[in-house]
C-alpha cells in the first residue's frame, strides 16, 4: 500500500476554527471553540483519508529567518486574541491523546516545516495532502502533492492540483512565488509592486512567465504607470519573492518517516473530550466507561421497625428517606432509616405515616436530625404531613461548601472521599435509566438505605471538622441550613399557572409562527419546509447566493451562528431567526410548561439546585424558571402566565439593582466607583464620563452602551478581543475603553492584580462570607487553564458574595415574615430577583419589609439598593 502523509499547518487551520466558530467555552468556562472546529476537520480528514503518516506544524514564535531580510515582515498583523492563544496549548494536548506528532521549529514557520517535509516525502513517491488556509502553500503543489485550502471556516475546502490550479488561477505552482512577489500579501505584509493586484499579476505572468522575464521584457510592458511602478519598485518585488517563498530545506529535525500514524486509544481521545466538553462527538469515539472499583462489603445489622417507640427517637439521630429518581415532589416514598447511638433501623413508610411519637419527634426543635439534603427530606416530610424542625446537619450541602468543584455529592461519592468506602453507589443497587428499580429482595435494598444512614451519621463530625478548619460552618448553619428549609417550603408550596393564559399564547405564537414561515417563503420565492435545514441550505445559498459560512456532511450549516453571521445581507434572515426564536418559546416554554402543571393544584413546583454552582448561585430545573428568555417581548409575556394562588392577592417582584458592581466597589475599595454608588449615580453614566473624557451632559446614549459593556465585562477579565465582539468595535478601541477604565478605577486595577496573586499563593478565592472556589490551574504551565482561572479568581468572590447576599436575605425575609404574621410567600428566586404573591392588604408593609431586608442583608461601604413593584402577574410585576 502506498504512503500517504497528511500535514497541517496548526496556527493556519486553528485560525480559521476559531473565526469561524462562536467563542465556545466548557464546564470550566475554559474557551474551546477553536480545538472544536480543528477537531471536527481532524476527525473527518482521518475517517475519510485514513492516512499513514501525519504531523501538525506550528509556527515558533513571532521571528523567523524572513525578519533578517524584511523587519516588518508580517508587522501589519493584529495580536492574536487572548480567547484564541490560551487555545494552543489545548490543541497540543488534544494532538498527544490522538497520538499525532507535532512539531515547531526555531526562526521558521509551519510553512516551512510542511515544505520540507512535502518535498522528502515526494521524493519517496508518497501521496502527500497539505491542509491549510494560506494561499501560498499552493507553491507546493505536484502531481503527488495536494493542497488544501479551506475558503470559509474549515469545512469548505478547495483541494488544488495542477491542473486545477492551472484552470482556477491561470497560473503553475512555481508562478505562486512570483504572483506574491508582484502581487504583495497585506495579511504577511509583503509589499510587492504598488498598483499591482492579482489580475495584473496573472496577465504579467501569462505573457512573460517569471519575474525575471517580466523585468527583462519590462520596455514592452503596456500602461505607463504600471512599467513606473515596477521600474521604481523592482528591488521590493524581488524582496517580497524571497520572503513568500517556501523554505524546502529547513534544518527539521525530525524525518518523514517518524511521523508515522497508527490510530489513537479510544480512551485517551474519550478523556479529552469529556475534560473539553465535546459531548457531541463523544459517540465518534467507542472506547468503554471506566468500571468501579468492586466493594466486598461487610454485613451491617439492623432492625426493621414495626412500632416507632420513644426509645429509639433519640435527642440526635441520622435520619434519610430514600426515593428512586429525582423529583422529591411527585417520586414514591420507598422507606426510611434511622440511624443513632441505639441502634440502626429500617422503617416502613407506612409506618411513619401513622406514628404520632415520630411526628413529634420530626416536629421538636429540640430533637436534633443529621441528614442528607434537608431541602429533600422537607419536602418528603411536607408530604407525610410533618413539618421537619430541628434539622442540625446536612452532609450534602456540607460537601459542597468544603470544595463545590467535586461534581458528585451523593452519600456513597462523599464516603469514598474520606476514605468510607463499605458502601455501594446507587446505580449498583438499583440500575439506571430504563432499568431503575427496587431489588427483588427486599434486603437488598433496605439494607442499603440503613447503610447510607449510618454513614450519614458516621461522617459528620470529619465534615464539621473540614468546615471548621476552612471557617465554614456558620455558612453551613447559618445560611445553607436555613436557606434549605425555606427552598423546601417554595418548592412544596409551588406557583399558580394560568393555563388558557398559556394556551392562548400557544395559539398566538402558533399563528405568528405561520405568517413568518409565509413570509419566508415569499422571500425565498417558493414553498418549502422552513423548519427542514436539507431545503434551508440550497434556497439560502444557491437560490439566493449569499456566502456559504460553513458546511457539514449532509450539506449547507444553517446553524443558528451561522444565521447571525449573514444577518443584514437579507431580509429572509432576521425573519429565521425570529421563527426560531419563536418556535423554540413555543415548544420549551409554552408546551414545556404546561406539561409540569400539577393537575391537582395548577401549579408549578420547580426543584431549586443548592448544590451544584461553584460561585454559590441557586439554580432552578423541571422546569428551570430562571431562563425564560426576557429579550424579546414574546418571551416576556410568558411571565403573564405566573399569576397568584389567591383571589385579590398580587405577585410582588423585588430586584438587586447592580449588586455585582456594588459588591465590586466594596471588595476593591474604589473609592470613586463608592462615591458613585453612595451618589446614587447611574453607574454606567459615570463610567462614561471617565474613560471618554466627558461631563455627565456630554454622555450619549451609546457612550453610556458601551460603558456598561466595560463594566460588567471588565471584572470577567474579558479581553479587548472579547469587548470588540460585544460591542461591535476595533479590537483597538476596545483596549483603549479597558485601559482608561483601568486608568480610572486604580482600586478595580490594584484588586484584579492582588486576587490572582492571592489565588496563587492560596490556590483558591473566598466569598465575603468565606464561601471557597479551588483554582488548581491557577499555576499551571498550560496557558489556557491558568488564564481561565485567573479570570475566575477575578469573578468568584463578587459572583458568589452576590449570590450569599440575596440567600441571606431570603432566610431572614422568611423569618420576618413569621414574626410579622403577614401571610405573603416567598414563592421564586431568580439571579438577583426574588418574588412573593402577596394579599392586597400586606401591600405597603410587604414592599417596606423586603425593601428593608434585602437593603440590610449584608454590611457594604456602598448602599445595596432594591427595585420593588407589583401587578395581577409576573409580567405586569416588571
Not at 446553524?559 to 447571525?564: F, I, K, P
Request: charged share 30%; glycine share 6%; aromatic share 8%.
Amino acid at each position: 500500500m502506498k504512503n500517504k502523509l497528511i500535514l497541517i499547518d496548526g496556527n493556519s487551520i486553528a485560525y480559521r476554527a476559531f473565526f469561524a466558530l462562536p467563542l465556545l467555552n466548557n464546564d470550566k468556562g475554559v474557551y474551546t471553540n477553536a480545538v472544536y472546529g480543528f477537531t471536527t476537520m481532524l476527525m473527518r480528514l482521518l475517517e475519510e483519508e485514513k492516512p499513514t503518516h501525519l504531523m501538525v506544524a506550528f509556527d515558533a514564535g513571532k521571528t523567523t529567518f524572513r525578519h533578517a531580510t524584511f523587519k516588518e515582515y508580517k508587522g501589519g498583523r493584529q495580536k492574536t486574541p487572548p480567547e484564541l492563544s490560551e487555545q494552543f496549548p489545548l490543541l497540543r494536548q488534544l494532538l498527544d491523546a490522538f497520538h499525532i506528532k507535532h512539531y515547531e521549529l526555531e526562526n521558521y514557520e509551519a510553512d516551512d516545516i510542511i515544505g520540507t517535509l512535502s518535498k522528502q516525502a515526494k521524493e519517496k513517491e508518497w501521496e502527500v495532502q497539505v491542509i491549510s488556509g494560506d494561499k501560498d502553500m499552493l507553491q507546493l503543489v505536484s502531481e503527488n502533492v495536494k493542497v488544501k485550502v479551506t475558503r470559509k471556516g474549515i469545512s469548505d475546502v478547495a483541494t488544488y492540483t495542477p491542473s486545477l490550479l492551472k484552470d482556477e488561477m491561470e497560473i503553475t505552482p512555481e508562478q505562486v512565488i512570483d504572483l506574491k512577489a508582484l502581487m504583495g500579501d497585506k495579511s504577511d505584509n509583503i509589499p510587492g509592486v504598488p498598483g499591482v493586484g492579482e489580475k495584473t499579476a496573472i496577465k504579467l505572468l501569462k505573457q512573460y512567465e517569471t519575474l525575471e522575464s517580466v523585468y527583462e521584457h519590462i520596455e514592452e510592458v503596456s500602461g505607463k504607470k504600471l512599467k513606473e511602478n515596477l521600474t521604481n519598485h523592482k528591488d521590493n518585488a524581488f524582496m517580497s519573492r524571497e520572503l513568500a517563498t517556501i523554505n524546502q530545506s529547513a534544518p527539521v529535525e525530525i524525518e518523514v518517516e517518524e511521523v508515522v500514524y497508527d490510530g489513537y486509544q479510544e480512551e485517551q481521545v474519550r478523556e479529552i473530550f469529556l475534560e473539553l466538553g465535546f459531548q457531541s462527538l463523544l459517540k465518534r469515539v467507542d472506547g468503554e466507561e471506566e468500571h468501579q472499583e468492586e466493594i466486598e462489603l461487610e454485613s451491617i445489622s439492623y432492625n426493621v421497625i414495626e412500632e416507632i417507640t420513644e426509645e429509639i427517637l433519640t435527642d440526635k439521630s441520622a435520619f434519610h428517606m430514600e426515593i428512586l429518581g429525582d423529583n422529591y415532589h411527585t417520586e414514591t416514598i420507598h422507606g426510611a432509616a434511622l440511624v443513632n447511638e441505639k441502634g440502626n433501623y429500617f422503617i416502613p413508610v407506612s409506618i411513619l405515616e401513622e406514628s404520632k411519637e415520630f411526628k413529634e419527634w420530626v416536629e421538636n426543635p429540640e430533637a436534633t436530625k443529621v441528614v442528607f439534603d434537608a431541602k429533600k427530606i422537607t419536602v418528603l416530610l411536607n408530604r407525610l404531613g410533618m413539618s421537619a424542625k430541628g434539622i442540625s446537619f446536612d452532609l450534602l450541602l456540607a460537601s459542597y461548601i468544603v470544595d463545590p468543584s467535586e461534581n458528585n455529592h451523593d452519600i456513597p461519592a462523599i464516603s469514598h472521599r474520606f476514605g468510607e468506602k463499605q458502601v455501594l453507589f446507587d446505580e449498583e443497587v438499583y440500575g439506571k435509566g430504563a432499568k431503575l428499580r427496587l431489588p427483588d429482595d427486599d434486603k437488598i435494598w433496605q439494607e442499603h438505605i440503613v447503610r447510607k444512614t449510618s454513614l450519614i451519621f458516621a461522617l459528620e463530625e470529619k465534615l464539621e471538622q473540614s468546615l471548621e478548619e476552612n471557617k465554614q460552618l456558620d455558612l453551613l448553619l447559618d445560611l445553607e441550613l436555613p436557606l434549605a428549609v425555606v427552598l423546601g417550603k417554595m418548592e412544596a408550596l409551588g406557583v399558580k399557572a394560568d393555563k388558557e393564559r398559556l394556551e392562548e399564547m400557544g395559539v398566538e405564537l402558533k399563528k405568528r409562527l405561520e405568517t413568518l414561515e409565509a413570509e419566508i417563503q415569499e422571500l425565498a420565492g417558493e414553498p418549502f419546509n422552513v423548519n427542514s435545514p436539507k431545503q434551508l441550505g440550497p434556497i439560502l445559498f444557491e437560490k439566493l447566493e449569499l456566502p456559504v459560512i460553513k458546511k457539514t456532511k449532509t450539506g449547507y450549516s444553517t446553524a443558528a451562528d451561522v444565521l447571525e453571521q449573514l444577518e443584514g445581507k437579507h431580509p429572509i434572515i432576521e425573519k429565521l431567526l425570529l421563527y426560531r426564536q419563536l418556535k423554540k418559546l413555543d415548544s420549551t416554554y409554552i408546551e414545556g410548561l404546561l406539561k409540569v402543571i400539577n393537575k391537582g393544584n395548577d401549579k408549578i413546583h420547580t426543584r431549586f439546585n443548592q448544590a451544584l454552582t461553584q460561585t454559590g448561585r441557586l439554580s432552578s430545573i423541571e422546569p428551570n424558571l430562571q431562563n425564560i428568555p426576557i429579550r424579546i417581548e414574546e418571551g416576556r409575556k410568558i411571565r403573564q402566565a405566573f399569576i397568584p394562588s389567591e383571589k385579590g392577592w398580587k405577585i410582588l417582584a423585588a430586584d438587586y439593582s447592580q449588586i455585582e458592581l456594588r459588591v465590586l466597589a466594596h471588595i476593591a475599595g474604589d473609592e470613586k466607583l463608592q462615591q458613585a454608588f453612595k451618589d446614587d449615580m447611574d453607574i454606567h453614566t459615570r463610567t462614561a464620563m471617565e474613560v471618554f473624557h466627558v461631563s455627565e451632559d456630554e454622555v450619549t446614549s451609546n457612550m453610556r452602551r458601551q460603558a456598561k459593556a466595560v463594566n460588567f465585562g471588565i471584572v470577567y477579565g474579558i479581553s479587548d478581543y472579547g469587548l470588540s465582539q460585544n460591542l461591535g468595535i476595533t479590537r483597538k478601541e476596545a483596549k483603549k475603553f479597558i485601559d482608561r477604565y483601568l486608568e480610572s478605577y486604580e482600586g478595580v486595577k490594584q484588586y484584579m492584580q492582588e486576587i490572582v496573586q492571592q489565588a496563587k499563593q492560596t490556590g483558591y478565592v473566598t466569598t465575603l462570607l468565606h464561601r471557597r472556589r479551588y483554582l488548581p490551574e491557577i499555576t499551571s504551565r498550560n496557558f489556557n487553564l491558568r488564564s481561565f482561572a485567573e479570570r475566575t479568581a477575578m469573578n468568584t468572590p463578587i459572583q458568589g458574595t452576590a449570590a450569599d447576599i440575596i440567600k441571606l436575605a431570603m432566610v431572614e425575609l422568611d423569618k420576618q415574615i413569621k414574626e410579622n404574621k403577614l401571610s405573603s410567600r416567598l414563592l421564586l428566586q431568580v439571579h438577583d430577583e426574588l418574588i412573593l404573591e402577596v394579599p392586597e392588604d400586606e401591600l405597603q408593609e410587604t414592599q417596606q419589609l423586603v425593601v428593608s431586608v434585602m437593603e440590610q442583608a449584608l454590611d457594604l461601604d456602598v448602599p445595596l439598593k432594591v427595585d420593588v413593584s407589583y401587578g395581577e402577574t409576573w409580567y405586569d410585576a416588571k
